[in-house]
């Protein structure tokens, strides 16, 4: 089964998606992931994505629909796949719908999460990340036992460049603006499955393998 993840920054895609990645056995594949581990190696991807990222801006199309298709043709994602923040613009989704056409794939279902803004500024404010083994807090729900270091392996905690009050709104502006209309896309094709996001992350879970399935 192929999945999207659809929804605003902070919705809790990656969360769940790695969740059920585990259960399913099947394999999530994130733009931001990739672009964020690009900027870090200093690839040349990375040194191109890399302003756009920090403003909150959109990494042009071409560029991450350029990502994918390559992804898609690996080996690693024939039994299936979640795309967690791809698509986010109509052209993106056009795009996908071609590259698995040629591919004899297609997508399955749509899971679009729906959250309040304020709880999503909430969480994304309070996002810090492990510099060490990559585990996520937030410091208003799920604080670490010390300020700044990881329980589980001791390393420093981040705040995403991109996760600042001023460079959230932008995200969220774009997201209303190029991403919100690919629900309306996905609902013509009637894929579209709404997730109330603003649950737990326990809830989150239950709700998404009770419509999955065993
Ligand atoms: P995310 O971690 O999914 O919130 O993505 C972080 C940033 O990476 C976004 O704000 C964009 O700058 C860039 N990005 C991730 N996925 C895409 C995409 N599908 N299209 C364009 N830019 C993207």
């Given at each position: 089964m192929n999945f999207i993840f659809l929804?605003?920054?902070?919705?809790g895609k990656g969360t769940q998606a790695k969740l059920i990645m585990k259960k399913y056995h099947i394999t999530q594949i994130s733009t931001g992931d990739i672009l964020r581990e690009a900027v870090q190696e200093k690839t040349s991807l990375g040194l191109k994505a890399r302003e756009y990222m920090n403003k909150g801006l959109l990494v042009p199309d071409e560029v991450v629909i350029g990502i994918i298709e390559e992804r898609l043709?690996?080996?690693?994602y024939q039994t299936g796949f979640i795309l967690d923040?791809?698509?986010?613009?109509i052209r993106q989704a056009q795009s996908l719908d071609e590259v698995l056409d040629k591919l004899d794939k297609c997508i399955d279902r749509v899971f679009d999460f729906e959250v309040d803004e304020e709880a999503l500024i909430k969480r994304l404010t309070g996002r810090r990340v492990c510099k060490g083994c990559g585990q996520m807090y937030n410091i208003y729900f799920n604080p670490p036992s010390?300020?700044?270091?990881?329980?589980?392996?001791?390393g420093e905690l981040l705040q995403r460049k991109d996760d600042t009050l001023e460079t959230i709104k932008e995200r969220l502006k774009v997201y209303r603006a190029q991403t919100a209309p690919l629900i309306e896309y996905y609902q013509k094709q009637g894929k579209i499955e709404t997730i109330?996001?603003?649950?737990e992350q326990d809830r989150i879970y239950d709700q998404l393998c009770a419509l999955l399935g065993s």
């Open positions: 929804g605003a920054p902070g919705a043709k690996s080996p690693l923040g791809f698509p986010r613009t010390q300020d700044g270091i990881c329980n589980i392996c001791g109330d996001g603003n649950q």
